[in-house]
C-alpha cells in the first residue's frame, strides 16, 4: 500500500520562524504602507483591548509563504491558500510556520502558524494544484 | 487616497463596487525591507509573500476613512504568475459581499493584483467591520 511517504510530495512544510520584535514589526510596516499605531506605538496600543502593540495578521500568514518557498524552491504554480487568523501575536513573539500533507490526492496542506509555546495564531489549508508537475519536476523533499 | 467624505461604515458597501485602484512597485527598497524580516534570497528571485503585501498595502489606500477596530479575521490567496524585482503592479479593490452574522458585520473584500493583463494574485479579506 501506498503511503504519503511514497506519493513524492512532501509530508511536512520546511518549519520556519522568525521573532516578530519592533524592527521587524516596522520593516513589515514599510512594505505594506500600514502604519496602524496599534502595531508600532506601545502607548496607543496599551489604550486597546489588546493591551500592547500586536504584529500584522499577515507577517504571520508570510511566514507560511516563505515555508512553502523554502520547501519546494519556488512558489508552485497555482497555489491556494485559505486561513483564519485565530489569535493576535504581540510584539516580540516567536512564531514559526509550517504545514503538513493532509490529502495527497489533492496535494492539500494543513498550514499554521504558531507561538514558541504552540499556540495557534493562523491556520487554514493550502492546496498544490499542480502536484504531479511537481512531483515530475523533482521538488526537493524535507 | 484622502481622508475627507464620509466614514466607511457597513450601510456605506454595495457588494459588487469597485473601491479603489492602486498601483505597487516591487523595487528594492520594499524588497530590502522583506529580507530584513524574513531573511536573503537568491538574487533575482521574488519572494511571493511580497505579493500578499502588496495586497495590503492597495486594501489599505483604495478607501477610508474607515472605522477604528475593524478585525481582518480570514484571507483567501490564489497565486497566478510570478514576478520579478522591479515589476509594477495594478491593484483593484471591491466588496465582494457583506453579511450580519448575528451581531457581527462581515465585510468580504476582493483584491487582484495584475502585471500588465496577467493576473498574479487574487485574495479576499475577510472582516468583521466594527461599525
Known sequence: ?142 | MTDAGPLWDFDRFQPGETLGRHAVALDDARLADWQAIYGARTEGSLPSGMLVAAMMEAYLEAFSPRPPGNIHAAQTLAFGDPVQPGDRLDAEVSCLWKEMRKTRRWVGFGVVLRKGDRQVLAGEIRTIWAR
Open chain 1, 1 to 142: 500500500m501506498e503511503t504519503l511517504e511514497d506519493c513524492g510530495l512532501p509530508r511536512e512544510l520546511a518549519l520556519v520562524s522568525l521573532v516578530a520584535g519592533p524592527e521587524a514589526v516596522a520593516r513589515y510596516a514599510e512594505v505594506t504602507r500600514d502604519f496602524n499605531p496599534l502595531h508600532l506605538d506601545p502607548e496607543f496600543a496599551a489604550q486597546t483591548s489588546f493591551g500592547r502593540p500586536i504584529a500584522h495578521g499577515t507577517l504571520g500568514l508570510n511566514l507560511v509563504i516563505e515555508a512553502l518557498e523554502r520547501t519546494f524552491g519556488t512558489l508552485p504554480f497555482d497555489v491556494r491558500v485559505d486561513v483564519r487568523f485565530i489569535a493576535p501575536v504581540p510584539v516580540g513573539t516567536t512564531i514559526r510556520a509550517g504545514g503538513k500533507l493532509t490529502d495527497e490526492a489533492t496535494g492539500t496542506y494543513e498550514i499554521f502558524v504558531e507561538t514558541a509555546s504552540g499556540a495557534r495564531v493562523v491556520e487554514g489549508t493550502c492546496i498544490v494544484a499542480r502536484a504531479p508537475e511537481i512531483r515530475n519536476t523533482g521538488a526537493s523533499h524535507t
